[in-house]
């Protein structure tokens, strides 16, 4: 895929796919495709937003970064969603690092686009109001896990989220990215995902996770999967599987 391209946007994104088919047609052409490349940053903390990104099947993390450099995840961003969304409350600067954990493609739209189309409070405003306040209540309960549940089941939640975002029970991740993102020893995360592994839940296999058995990963994981899932689904509707991409 070339760094940028003009295509016109498929379903993948979903909250393009939302609008009607006028309003998806008249922003076409303030959407650009680019190419999502593992690890690229797309902003800083205290960086000046000047683009937002509707992800395809890219998952893309927003990451809190201490002063003696140690970062954690604080929330996760795919296909139903949109990077950029500290917009809406008419901030042009990111609080977190955004960072692709999960390479693929987005649509993009300059950020002053963005923001005159909230203004307006036509389709894309409505939609994408719902949508923050379903991140935020990702990010509040990831929050709340990270402090209170052992790392087995955070680590069962978290993969329950990447799957949610990418729609495929195959993701490209290392122990040391995944212990980045949940704020662990990579040590702990070997051994939690080595129980996964020893109860046929998932494998692993250089960087490869696959999740073998959905059930038993729901199983494996707290509440806080149950409970951000539900709110996306009760302000956005139910993610569609018409597009899950193949393994």
């Known amino acids: 895929m070339p760094q940028s391209e003009k295509a016109s946007p498929g379903p993948e ?9 006028n309003d998806y047609k008249r922003l076409v052409p303030e959407l650009d495709l680019v190419e999502f490349p593992l690890g690229k940053i797309l902003y800083d903390p205290k960086q000046l937003i ?7 099947w890219a998952a893309v993390s927003m990451v809190n970064i201490f002063e003696d450099g140690s970062m954690v995840e604080v929330g996760v961003v795919g296909r139903e969603g949109v990077v950029g969304v500290s917009l809406l409350s008419g ?3 990111s609080p977190h690092q955004a960072i692709v954990q999960i390479a693929d493609g987005a649509w993009r739209m300059k950020a002053g686009v963005f923001k005159r189309e909230i203004e307006s409070n036509g389709e894309l405003a409505a939609v994408t109001k719902r949508y923050s306040q379903a991140l935020f209540t990702q990010v509040a309960q990831t ?5 209170m549940h052992p790392i087995v089941k955070r680590l069962a939640r978290w993969m329950l989220l990447m799957q949610d975002r990418v729609e495929s029970d195959v993701l490209q991740l ?9 704020g662990a020893r990579r040590a702990s995360v070997t051994i939690a995902a080595g129980t996964l592994q020893a109860a046929g839940i998932i494998s692993y296999r250089r960087g490869k996770v696959t999740i073998l058995d959905q059930k038993k ?12 899932r539900d709110e996306y689904d009760r302000l956005l509707g139910k993610q569609s599987t018409a597009y899950r991409r193949k393994p």
């Open 174 to 182: 290392t122990h040391e990215f995944i212990s980045t993102m949940l």
């Open 217 to 228: 990963l729901e199983e494996a994981s707290c509440e806080c999967h149950r409970i951000v």
């Open 143 to 147: 929050a709340a896990c990270n402090r």
């Open 50 to 56: 000047k683009y937002v990104y509707f992800p395809r």
């Open 91 to 93: 901030d042009d600067v």
């Open 13 to 21: 994104n979903q909250l393009l796919a939302a609008l009607s088919a």
